[in-house]
């Protein structure tokens, strides 16, 4: 099959190494590969950079497997055509996979032309991505972690959560620490109400079978 670039590279990205295969068109038609392999810190990644340079390659391509992949992208990206190739296509392309090397086998589909990379947004868009995912992380977190203090509060027969909407707002939140601190007082403690929950200033609601100090303890258990 006639090469479809000049000098191209197939990386085999792992945890602590990669093996880089550089396939090179010569003078007389013939492919000449050289493979080096690379440790993954910043430094060596550069290395590999500049190592791809010399070899004036211009395609590069590797795995989508796990998140190793990301800091090789995020420091080739700019300098190289970067390819990033799903597994699954590169095992269903014929081939003699099994008696070559990761990065031989994905050198040679990328200079065949028989690689089709996914998409991948640009740098802003990719951090803005990893911001709102981890927001979303955070939430349901949040949430989780609420629904806990609902679920104590219960055990204890303190019906806060009958009364405001939000018991993590700033009136709820008041009212749980004083139970934790060990408040007695019921109308103390309703006087912590603020606007639309002061109407349910009779904290008779809260049970009194149970002392605070114990409603404490199943709290910060």
Not at 87 to 93: F, L, T
Not at 171 to 185: N, Q, T, V, Y
Not at 186 to 195: G, Q
Request: aromatic share 6%; with cysteine.
């Amino acid at each position: 099959m006639e090469p479809i670039y000049t000098s191209c590279c197939g990386l085999d990205v792992h945890k602590k190494s990669i093996q880089a295969c550089v396939r090179r068109v010569g003078k007389d038609g013939k492919i000449q590969e050289e493979i080096l392999g690379f440790g993954t810190m910043t430094q060596d990644i550069r290395a590999l950079a500049d190592w791809m340079s010399q070899q004036e390659v211009t395609h590069v391509a590797m795995e989508s497997t796990g998140i190793f992949w990301k800091p090789i992208y995020n420091i080739l990206e700019g300098r190289f055509n970067i390819l990033l190739v799903n597994a699954r296509h590169i095992k269903n392309v014929p081939g003699r996979k099994t008696d070559v090397k990761d990065s031989q086998w994905i050198a040679h589909l990328l200079q065949s032309g028989l690689l089709k990379g996914s998409f991948i947004p640009d740098r802003a868009q990719r951090e803005f991505r990893d911001l709102t995912r981890h927001r979303s992380k955070l939430v349901d977190q949040r949430a989780s972690v609420v629904n806990r203090v609902h679920k104590v509060l219960e055990d204890a027969n303190i019906k806060l959560g009958s009364v405001a909407t939000d018991i993590m707002g700033k009136s709820g939140k008041d009212m749980i620490r004083a139970l934790i601190e060990g408040g007695k007082d019921s109308s103390e403690i309703a006087d912590l109400a603020r606007r639309q929950l002061e109407k349910f200033q009779s904290f008779a609601l809260l049970s009194k079978g149970m002392s605070p100090t114990t409603i404490g303890s199943c709290w910060v258990s």
